[in-house]
């Protein structure tokens, strides 16, 4: 997947909204709060997004995958698609799907109404 393939992706995600922050990363965002990022590896395409526990517990030994830097050494269940074999296209569509899902459930009952979410 390329950076233009992820924006198009999460574009297409409700209430999705857009920022490039963080020394040139693609950061998408629901109700404010980061569900998904293009960008943060070296010299490679690299995509990071929000898991469940039990996902973050499966694929962090994965080849390709790793847990997130910065944010998973903080405890925060994010893990970071850096290289190859990792994921295919349809797996992180699922995986970025999901992250959009777990964000969104954690805004509140009324960002989530306004945000046409419920």
């Not at 992820?6 to 109700?31: D, I, R």
């Not at 995509?47 to 790793?66: D, H, Q």
Request: aromatic share 12%; hydrophobic share 35%.
């Amino acid at each position: 997947m390329t950076y233009e393939e992820f924006n198009a992706f999460c574009e297409e995600l409700p209430a999705t909204t857009y920022v490039m922050q963080w020394g040139g990363s693609h950061v998408w965002k629901v109700g404010g709060k980061v569900f998904a990022i293009g960008g943060w590896a070296d010299d490679q395409e690299a995509y990071t997004f929000k898991v469940s526990e039990i996902a973050f517990e499966m694929l962090r030994e994965e080849p390709g995958l790793r847990p997130a830097p910065y944010l998973a050494s903080r405890g925060m269940k994010w893990i970071q698609h850096y290289s190859d074999p990792g994921l295919t296209d349809e797996d992180l569509k699922d995986y970025l799907r999901q992250s959009h899902r777990i964000v969104a459930q954690g805004l509140s009952k009324k960002k989530q109404r306004e945000l046409g979410l419920v």
